[in-house]
């Protein structure tokens, strides 16, 4: 089975992140990994870096990862978090600019069809104006 | 030796913090989600957990400790600002001066952001630049809460509070805010050592 691009959601709420990732299941089907993650620390409303590398983690591969993010701290714990993967690693992780459930569908749309990492981003990132 | 300096420097950093969420929070309110206070008061509180932990190392690699500890446990986008900033200083080489700035730069590069964006580097900026004109603790201190009253009458560019545009102005930033709690708190500090 050849390896497609894996999609990762963050948002501040787990709800938002676990539904925008059965979205993507439904419409898209299971060949494309799927993790999601979303809630502060303690459970709360944010995100939580060890959580987004957990997530990463759980869906890698070398095809590469896209994240998408909702707002602010779910953008810059994400890159924080990228960071603290293996150098290897760090390049095949990207965050795309893009709404997060359209661009969660789209990006596993295009990874379905075995694009790149950069073809899964752009076409998220179609999305944004 | 070090024991002390990082003990109550701990306790500085954390009691300014635990006293004034409520304010943080409420200012969060007007122009962001509403976090800020909750947010940081959940790293301090792990930083106080790990004062121990901390008290042993030298100075500089508690500072770095303690920001993967803000990074790790904060949940807001002060996590990694703030870990940027004291990750940065714990390894940067130098004086605290040139160790400060290190921090800054860092701030900046995580942040994406500059000074004028309404944000704790209005208050970091100013206070990095007094402290390399080697000004006293106590003008550092005073320049830290004009800078941050200053960020009142900004147009947020960055952040959650960006997409208020206009309707940001009129309320102080609540990262400036939490960054001169925590430059007065250390100034004081290290100015009652002195």
């Known amino acids: 089975m050849t390896q497609t691009v894996s999609i990762v959601i963050v948002s501040h709420s787990p709800d938002v992140a676990r539904g925008a990732a059965d979205m993507v299941r439904e419409m898209v089907g299971e060949e494309v990994a799927v993790a999601w993650c979303g809630g502060n620390p303690d459970g709360g409303l944010g995100t939580d870096v060890a959580k987004i590398a957990a997530a990463i983690d759980q869906v890698y591969n070398d095809k590469g990862v896209a994240l998408l993010v909702d707002l602010g701290g779910a953008e810059t714990n994400s890159e924080m978090a990228i960071e603290m993967l293996p150098d290897d690693r760090q390049s095949k992780v990207v965050i795309c600019d893009s709404p997060i459930v359209e661009g969660a569908v789209m990006a596993a749309a295009e990874a379905a069809g075995g694009s790149d990492l950069a073809s899964v981003r752009a076409a998220a990132e179609e999305l944004s104006p | ?194």
């Open chain 2, 1 to 194: 030796m070090s024991a002390d300096l990082n003990g109550a420097l701990i306790d500085a950093a954390v009691r300014t913090i635990l006293d004034n969420a409520a304010e943080l929070t409420a200012l969060d309110q007007a122009i962001g989600d509403g976090d800020h206070g909750l947010n940081m008061k959940r790293g301090f509180e792990a930083i106080a957990a790990q004062k121990a932990e901390l008290e042993a190392l030298p100075l500089w690699p508690a500072v770095q400790k303690a920001g993967m500890t803000l990074v790790m446990k904060v949940g807001g986008a002060s996590g990694p600002l703030y870990g940027s900033l004291l990750m940065a200083m714990g390894k940067a080489e130098g004086d605290a001066v040139q160790r400060f700035r290190a921090g800054v730069e860092a701030v900046k590069a995580r942040g994406k952001s500059d000074v004028g964006a309404k944000t704790m580097l209005d208050v970091l900026v100013p206070v990095l630049e007094a402290l390399e004109a080697q000004a006293d603790l106590g003008e550092v201190a005073a320049l830290a809460a004009e800078a941050m009253a200053a960020t009142k009458d900004m147009k947020a560019t960055k952040g959650r509070a960006s997409f208020l545009g206009e309707r940001s102005i009129g309320h102080i930033d609540p990262g400036a805010r939490s960054t001169q709690l925590l430059v007065t708190a250390v100034c004081q500090h290290l100015g009652e050592k002195a």
